[in-house]
């Protein structure tokens, strides 16, 4: 069966850092690409990143583009979000995603709240 | 960055039918295969169509997928109590090299 559990998510200071993680079972996380979702709660879905299975390249969207960073290890089964410099705008619910085909998201992690605040 | 435009609701009676349009461009739905998902109240996204038309396994055939040119949509017939729900298209933009998820559509059950 096929799980996504994230963890690391909290409340942090603005400017400050945390890394998300992304356990996954039931598959092998590096033959797949693999997405970062956030939703601001009562707003709509944000795709972050994509870090994709056939060459580990990774994709960003410009609101986090130079300030997140996704990676993976294969020896672990788990992706991260490593993140930067955060606002109080990116206080949000933060899922990760496989990526079943290249242009569809089929399995999904429960979310952790990531809450910017001072 | 969303460029994926979808109407903010919809509603109907139960048993009755909804569409849902998903209204892009050339780069994005013209260019690549469409998904969509369905988030109840509360709970993580769930997928409901992916490659314009295509149900993954255990959805029913209730929920359905199209696409033309810029624009896809998504139709649910048979409407339950149950299917209220947000519900988002999604694509790949080829140009701007990012997945985009349209704005989300409320569906209610009258």
């Known amino acids: 069966e096929v799980q996504l559990l994230e963890s690391g998510g909290g409340l942090i200071q603005p400017g400050g850092s945390l890394r998300l993680s992304c356990a996954a079972s039931?598959?092998?996380?590096?033959?797949?690409?693999m997405s970062w979702v956030r939703q601001v709660p009562g707003k709509g879905l944000e795709w972050l990143s994509v870090?994709?299975?056939?060459?580990?390249?990774?994709y960003y969207a410009d609101s986090v583009k130079g300030r997140f960073t996704t990676s993976r290890d294969s020896s672990k089964n788990t992706l991260y979000l490593q993140m930067n410099s955060l606002r109080a705008d990116d206080t949000a619910v933060y899922y990760c995603?496989?990526?079943?085909?290249?242009?569809?998201?089929?399995?999904w992690g429960q979310g952790t709240l990531v809450t910017v605040s001072s | 960055q969303s460029v994926l435009t979808q109407p903010p609701s919809v509603s109907a009676a139960p048993g009755q039918k909804v569409t849902i349009s998903c209204s892009g461009s050339?780069?994005?739905?013209?260019?690549?295969?469409a998904s969509w998902y369905q988030q109840l109240p509360g709970t993580a996204p769930k997928l409901l169509v992916y490659d314009n038309k295509e149900r993954p396994s255990g959805i029913p055939d209730r929920f359905s997928g199209s696409k033309s040119g810029t624009s896809a949509t998504l139709g649910i017939t048979g409407l339950q109590t149950g299917d209220e729900a947000d519900y988002y298209c999604?694509?790949?933009?080829?140009?701007?090299?990012?997945?985009?998820f349209g704005t989300g559509t409320k569906v209610t059950v009258l």
């Open positions: 050339s780069s994005n739905i013209g260019d690549n295969y």
């Open positions: 870090l994709r299975d056939s060459d580990a390249k990774t």
């Open positions: 995603a496989k990526d079943s085909t290249g242009a569809a998201l089929d399995y």
């Open positions: 039931g598959f092998t996380l590096s033959k797949y690409p």
């Open positions: 999604a694509a790949w933009d080829t140009r701007l090299s990012v997945f985009l």
